[in-house]
């Protein structure tokens, strides 16, 4: 193997398809990252054998071959170059990797790429495409609101549900829902898989502010998906099982409904957080009735007390409710929308805050029963 690449384009692959890497894996070459020559260009892949990265980085191939060396160091030494060089590579005997730069020479000592895993190509057709700009708004709206524990691995996942036009994505952990649906551009079958809310989340980064296309594929024997844009591809392992039915759990009425700035709430919140951190991490919401009443937001502790005041406009009956102050912040940051409606049925029903002017978008907080 010897080919010649840009800096800069080196370590932007790497940045990407190192986030695959596996850090507690007790296979030793899945701390490398595979350097294999193909298409014109370096082929650049990484796995922790849920997650699999791969990137292409356009480069004068001289002679093909492949490698697997160690991801982070790679990573750091290209890094520490200057950008706009060029970077020569070349393989050597005993797996070692040259990397010369300039008036500078690294040698990188590699592991066989038969060692590595094959990744499979998880389908020859798209399934499906999405605009990049739109999927990534939707994820950051919802994949947050996945399990981080694997008490219920289903719930580590996003469901994400394909009928006709549309898809919808829904993620929930034991106390909060997220529900976003999105157009496709190529209509499809309807059919539900569960994804794992990480490789979302690293979909996420890769993901551009632009309505290009990424194509979806899943595997006919339905046990993963690949989500392919020019470059890219990043192909992940599905969870197998029955997602809960959230419908069940969403409120189809409210006794009280306040109309408030997303902005406005957040800053208020984030002060009772810094107390309510030191206590059972509540917030108290006070909605006053009908009218410009507004809502208080408090937190109490035994290290101090806290009160804020939100303008809101309010329909129906006034009422306290308690969340969990992270939950409370987390759906006020990820989601983008200038306004909030807040509709409740009183303290211990589910709180759901809905954007207004995205009719598409809800998402449910389950409530903190307090002793007052």
Not at 71 to 84: H, M, P, R
Not at 213 to 229: I, K, Y
């Amino acid at each position: 193997m010897k080919l010649s690449v840009m800096q800069e384009n080196l370590a932007r692959g790497l940045s990407i398809v190192t986030r695959a890497v596996s850090s507690r894996s007790t296979l030793p070459v899945l701390a490398n990252v595979l350097l294999k020559t193909e298409d014109a260009g370096l082929k650049l892949t990484a796995t922790n054998l849920e997650i699999g990265i791969t990137y292409w980085v356009p480069g004068k191939i001289d002679d093909d071959g492949a490698t697997t060396v160690p991801a982070k160091l790679l990573t750091d030494l290209v890094n520490s170059l200057q950008g706009g060089d060029r970077v020569d590579l070349e393989l050597g005997a005993g797996e070692t990797l040259h990397l010369r730069c300039g008036r500078f020479e690294s040698h990188l000592k590699g592991i066989d790429a038969d060692e590595f895993p094959a990744i499979q190509v998880a389908g020859e057709r798209p399934t499906t495409r999405i605009a990049q700009r739109v999927l990534k708004r939707a994820l950051e709206e919802t994949a947050f609101a996945a399990a981080s524990d694997e008490a219920r691995p289903i719930l580590t996942g996003v469901l994400v549900r394909f009928e006709g036009e549309t898809v919808t994505l829904a993620a929930a952990d034991n106390y909060r829902i997220a529900v976003k649906t999105i157009p496709l551009i190529d209509p499809v079958s309807d059919i539900s898989i569960v994804v794992p809310a990480r490789a979302l989340n690293e979909l996420t980064r890769i993901l551009a502010d632009t309505d290009d296309p990424v194509e979806l594929m899943v595997a006919q024997a339905r046990n993963q998906v690949l989500f392919h844009l020019e470059g890219v591809d990043l192909i992940s392992r599905l969870i197998d099982g029955q997602f809960p039915n959230y419908n069940q759990v969403l409120p189809q009425s409210h006794s009280t409904r306040a109309v408030l700035d997303r902005e406005e709430l957040l800053r208020a919140v984030r002060p009772a957080a810094l107390i309510a951190h030191e206590s059972a991490n509540i917030v108290k919401l006070q909605i006053g009735t009908n009218g410009d009443a507004g809502i208080v937001v408090s937190a109490n502790a035994e290290v101090g007390d806290h009160v804020g005041q939100v303008e809101a406009a309010v329909e129906g009956d006034g009422t306290t409710i308690a969340f969990n102050a992270r939950y409370l912040a987390d759906v006020l940051t990820n989601v983008d929308a200038e306004q909030f409606a807040l509709e409740l049925n009183g303290p211990l029903s589910p709180g759901v805050f809905k954007p207004i002017g995205d009719d598409h978008y809800v998402h449910v907080v389950m409530p903190v029963r307090t002793t007052s």
